[in-house]
């Protein structure tokens, strides 16, 4: 009842000046590692407090909490001059195990002495790590992973991109804490001590706490030899273990010895671990099933996944794939390549993914394109290049929820175009449709080329990399400049170039404000 009333007070200060209104609560969900729901019938403060631990606050009309532990939750909410309060009782859900700590939904990772290899994606460096790291921590896991070294010189900072292919976009990313304490040091440089509790968690701003996240990963340090681990494999984050694909078409279906069945309504998946995989790899850690491929990584994570004779299966949760398609090469350009992370709905028996590579988009796609840009008053002023995806056995929409896009470009060819803020992904849907996408530089390849992302809600089909600047009167009878051809006089940009520097150095500093936003640096 104390608990209660000193979270009510902490509610009055906040409430006491709005006028008195009625105010329910009600409240879905008591197990540990889901979300409990809870909505009022206005708009309220909460505060949510987890066995008498450290109060954790929200604000809306339907917020949710997610327990870690069993135990007591005591809510408190305050709206309108009026305040209600309630104590669920927090039980053991029916996945993720105690972690054997008294209900506790903490997952167990052994980490044994010794080190870990990872490559940075952005670079493809490789780098020894620490396994009792909290790095070491997460690859123990099973999780995959995404890292870049931007700021390893400066920071000594690993910095995680992606996890289960959930990747770091704007103000929202990956962050983590150790025994509830979010360090300064990034993940491959903070040692865990034998009992530690990492947590990684996907962060919407920077109130997000792991409560609050609708993504964590729970994990306990446990201090063994290399045996105890239950892997003896060396996890390689950041890239495909087989590198980019060798042929245009990258097949996504199931491999062999791995099937697929609806039981329920809800599709299980099985994998037969004695099962010969030619050129292929499926590995099972922790609650997900990697299939890899020359060109692609697929994790498929599961829920309460168990092994018996020889056949391990599990429901299936959530699916993405990363592609590394075979790069190609424009005139006039260079090297040009792409990265495909897909959010898949499912997954098929067979499939494939084909991209290839043009200099220019057709005269219906340039002519759709220029009117778009003519509206907000700005014009294209120069096509790098279009990438063509084709599918066989996936449908936007049915199979690929929605598709993050990296393009990788010459920096010779930015900085003639107006520098990296000038560039822009455009998606041509299959009905033809042309959006603009939100476009951001990420990283520079292996090869100097600078990689641009965008994210496509409407899947996969035509994208171009192309730069835009400012419309002037004769736009509009301009045709859109090809490859080659330098800018029209009358849509030449008003931007300033920024020079290959001066792109870099702009990057770097916006990454090192990301960075220290995400509490990682």
Same mark, same amino acid.
């Given at each position: 009842?104390?608990?209660?009333?000193?979270?009510?007070?902490?509610?009055?200060?906040?409430?006491?000046?709005?006028?008195?209104?009625?105010?329910?609560?009600?409240?879905?969900?008591?197990?540990?590692?889901?979300?409990?729901?809870?909505?009022?019938?206005?708009?309220?403060?909460?505060?949510?407090?987890?066995?008498?631990?450290?109060?954790?606050?929200?604000?809306?009309?339907?917020?949710?909490?997610?327990?870690?532990?069993?135990?007591?939750?005591?809510?408190?909410?305050?709206?309108?001059?009026?305040?209600?309060?309630?104590?669920?009782?927090?039980?053991?859900?029916?996945?993720?195990?105690?972690?054997?700590?008294?209900?506790?939904?903490?997952?167990?990772?052994?980490?044994?002495?010794?080190?870990?290899?990872?490559?940075?994606?952005?670079?493809?460096?490789?780098?020894?790590?620490?396994?009792?790291?909290?790095?070491?921590?997460?690859?123990?896991?099973?999780?995959?992973?995404?890292?870049?070294?931007?700021?390893?010189?400066?920071?000594?900072?690993?910095?995680?991109?992606?996890?289960?292919?959930?990747?770091?976009?704007?103000?929202?990313?990956?962050?983590?804490?150790?025994?509830?304490?979010?360090?300064?040091?990034?993940?491959?440089?903070?040692?865990?001590?034998?009992?530690?509790?990492?947590?990684?968690?996907?962060?919407?701003?920077?109130?997000? +706490? $792991?409560?609050?996240?609708? /993504?964590?990963?729970?994990?306990? #340090? &446990?201090? *063994?030899?290399?045996?105890? =681990?239950? !892997?003896?494999?060396?996890?390689?984050?950041?890239?495909?273990?087989?590198?980019?694909?060798?042929?245009?078409? +990258? $097949?996504?279906?199931?491999? /062999?010895?791995?099937?697929?069945? #609806? &039981?329920? *309504?809800?599709?299980?998946? =099985?994998? !037969?671990?004695?099962?010969?995989?030619?050129?292929?790899?499926?590995?099972?850690?922790?609650?997900?099933?990697?299939?890899?491929?020359?060109?692609?990584?697929?994790?498929?994570?599961?829920?309460?996944?168990?092994?018996?004779?020889?056949?391990?299966?599990?429901?299936?949760?959530?699916?993405?794939?990363?592609?590394?398609?075979?790069?190609?090469?424009?005139?006039?350009?260079?090297?040009?390549?792409?990265?495909?992370?897909?959010?898949?709905?499912?997954?098929?028996?067979?499939?494939?993914?084909?991209?290839?590579?043009?200099?220019?988009?057709?005269?219906?796609?340039?002519?759709?394109?220029?009117?778009?840009?003519?509206?907000?008053?700005?014009?294209?002023?120069?096509?790098?290049?279009?990438?063509?995806?084709?599918?066989?056995?996936?449908?936007?929409?049915?199979?690929?929820?929605?598709?993050?896009v990296r393009m990788h470009l010459a920096p010779a060819w930015v900085e003639k175009h107006g520098g990296a803020g000038a560039i822009r992904i455009v998606h041509i849907a299959d009905d033809g449709t042309v959006e603009i996408?939100?476009?951001?530089?990420?990283?520079?390849?292996?090869?100097?080329?600078?990689?641009?992302?965008?994210?496509?809600?409407?899947?996969?089909?035509?994208?171009?990399?192309?730069?835009?600047?400012?419309?002037?009167?004769?736009?509009?009878?301009?045709?859109?400049?090809?490859?080659?051809?330098?800018?029209?006089?009358?849509?030449?940009?008003?931007?300033?170039?920024?020079?290959?520097?001066?792109?870099?150095?702009?990057?770097?500093?916006?990454?090192?404000?990301?960075?220290?936003?995400?509490?990682?640096?």
């Amino acid at each position: 009842m104390r608990r209660i009333l000193t979270l009510l007070c902490l509610l009055a200060a906040i409430a006491c000046t709005m006028p008195a209104a009625a105010l329910s609560m009600d409240i879905s969900g008591t197990t540990a590692g889901s979300a409990v729901i809870v909505t009022c019938d206005q708009e309220a403060f909460f505060v949510f407090q987890e066995n008498s631990g450290t109060p954790v606050f929200a604000r809306g009309t339907t917020v949710r909490y997610i327990p870690h532990t069993t135990g007591t939750l005591s809510i408190a909410a305050a709206a309108g001059g009026a305040t209600v309060a309630e104590t669920v009782t927090i039980s053991a859900g029916g996945s993720g195990g105690d972690g054997g700590d008294g209900g506790d939904l903490y997952q167990n990772v052994v980490l044994p002495a010794g080190n870990l290899t990872v490559t940075a994606a952005n670079s493809g460096t490789t780098y020894t790590v620490n396994r009792r790291t909290a790095l070491g921590a997460l690859d123990a896991s099973g999780a995959s992973y995404t890292i870049d070294d931007g700021w390893y010189d400066q920071y000594g900072t690993l910095y995680i991109t992606a996890i289960n292919g959930r990747t770091n976009r704007g103000a929202s990313g990956w962050m983590y804490q150790v025994n509830g304490v979010s360090p300064s040091v990034g993940a491959n440089a903070k040692t865990v001590q034998n009992g530690d509790r990492v947590v990684f968690y996907w962060s919407e701003s920077m109130s997000s +706490t $792991p409560a609050t996240s609708d /993504e964590a990963i729970w994990l306990k #340090v &446990v201090y *063994g030899s290399g045996s105890d =681990s239950g !892997d003896a494999g060396t996890t390689t984050a950041g890239s495909a273990a087989f590198g980019p694909a060798t042929d245009p078409k +990258t $097949p996504v279906g199931l491999p /062999e010895g791995v099937t697929t069945a #609806v &039981v329920g *309504g809800k599709t299980r998946i =099985s994998v !037969d671990l004695s099962a010969a995989h030619d050129g292929e790899r499926v590995t099972v850690k922790g609650d997900r099933i990697i299939i890899e491929r020359p060109g692609l990584v697929m994790t498929i994570l599961t829920g309460d996944i168990t092994e018996r004779d020889g056949i391990a299966t599990g429901f299936l949760k959530s699916v993405t794939a990363m592609l590394t398609p075979k790069s190609g090469t424009i005139a006039g350009i260079g090297d040009v390549g792409a990265t495909l992370i897909l959010s898949l709905n499912g997954v098929t028996a067979l499939g494939d993914i084909t991209v290839t590579y043009a200099s220019n988009l057709s005269a219906e796609e340039q002519s759709a394109l220029f009117a778009l840009c003519a509206v907000d008053g700005t014009a294209v002023t120069g096509t790098a290049c279009v990438m063509n995806v084709g599918m066989n056995g996936l449908v936007n929409g049915e199979d690929i929820a929605s598709a993050t896009v990296r393009m990788h470009l010459a920096p010779a060819w930015v900085e003639k175009h107006g520098g990296a803020g000038a560039i822009r992904i455009v998606h041509i849907a299959d009905d033809g449709t042309v959006e603009i996408l939100d476009t951001d530089m990420v990283g520079i390849d292996d090869k100097g080329n600078l990689i641009f992302e965008g994210i496509s809600p409407k899947g996969l089909s035509t994208f171009a990399l192309v730069s835009l600047g400012e419309a002037t009167l004769k736009s509009s009878t301009t045709a859109m400049p090809t490859t080659a051809a330098a800018a029209p006089s009358t849509t030449a940009p008003v931007q300033t170039p920024l020079g290959w520097a001066a792109a870099i150095a702009a990057a770097l500093i916006g990454g090192g404000v990301c960075l220290s936003r995400r509490k990682e640096a």
